[in-house]
């Protein structure tokens, strides 16, 4: 399932989601899948046990992105973030919808033990058994860097 390319996520309703195959042909949808599809498809591939994938353009992860390994483990210790967090990594930027892009992520994964990824330049993805823990991942990342980011910003007024 993925979000149809250009349209705003914010008011998509589910007909307009699109189905495809782990080939990415589509069956189901009258919409092109996103450009970032590639990615998607590429994870699944690399472990079987990914159910799902979430990838968004998370402000705050992106303001931090140079520093977000090291900041989210910061921040996690700092605040007593308990919550399942197997931790981050990165690729540098690749041109978003790009097989290299795609290719890059998939390698990152097969080398890592963490879920969640962030994308130079571009925004974060993460994987799940289920939609809600791929989301949840997201989530977790987001808020992690932006109280991250309010730290940085609070100890600095000083």
Same mark, same amino acid.
């Not at 090291?70 to 919808?97: A, D, I, L, M």
């Not at 730290?151 to 000083?158: E, G, I, K, T």
């Given at each position: 399932?993925?979000?149809?390319?250009?349209?705003?996520?914010?008011?998509?309703?589910?007909?307009?989601?699109?189905?495809?195959?782990?080939?990415?042909?589509?069956?189901?949808?009258?919409?092109?899948?996103?450009?970032?599809?590639?990615?998607?498809?590429?994870?699944?591939?690399?472990?079987?046990?990914?159910?799902?994938?979430?990838?968004?353009?998370?402000?705050?992860?992106?303001?931090?992105?140079?520093?977000? #390994? /090291?900041?989210? =483990?910061? &921040?996690?210790?700092?605040? +007593? $973030? @308990?919550?399942?967090?197997?931790?981050? !990594?990165?690729?540098?930027?690749?041109?978003?919808?790009?097989?290299?892009?795609?290719?890059?992520?998939?390698?990152?994964?097969?080398? #890592? /033990?963490?879920? =969640?990824? &962030?994308?130079?330049?571009? +925004? $974060? @993805?993460?994987?799940?058994?289920?939609? !809600?823990?791929?989301?949840?991942?997201?989530?977790?990342?987001?808020?992690?860097a932006m109280m991250g980011y309010k730290?940085?910003?609070?100890?600095?007024?000083?």
């Open positions: 399932m993925s979000t149809p390319a250009g349209m705003d996520k914010s008011s998509l309703t589910p007909k307009e989601l699109v189905i495809t195959d782990l080939g990415g042909q589509v069956l189901q949808g009258g919409y092109e899948p996103s450009s970032e599809l590639k990615v998607h498809l590429g994870l699944y591939a690399a472990d079987s046990e990914i159910g799902a994938v979430v990838h968004a353009h998370t402000p705050y992860t992106r303001v931090l992105e140079g520093r977000i #390994s /090291s900041w989210v =483990t910061e &921040v996690s210790r700092k605040f +007593g $973030v @308990v919550e399942e967090w197997q931790g981050v !990594t990165s690729v540098p930027y690749q041109k978003p919808g790009s097989q290299e892009l795609a290719d890059a992520i998939a390698e990152k994964f097969k080398k #890592s /033990s963490d879920h =969640t990824l &962030v994308m130079g330049g571009h +925004g $974060v @993805v993460a994987v799940g058994i289920s939609l !809600t823990q791929a989301w949840h991942r997201v989530e977790t990342i987001e808020r992690l730290w940085l910003v609070l100890n600095h007024l000083d």
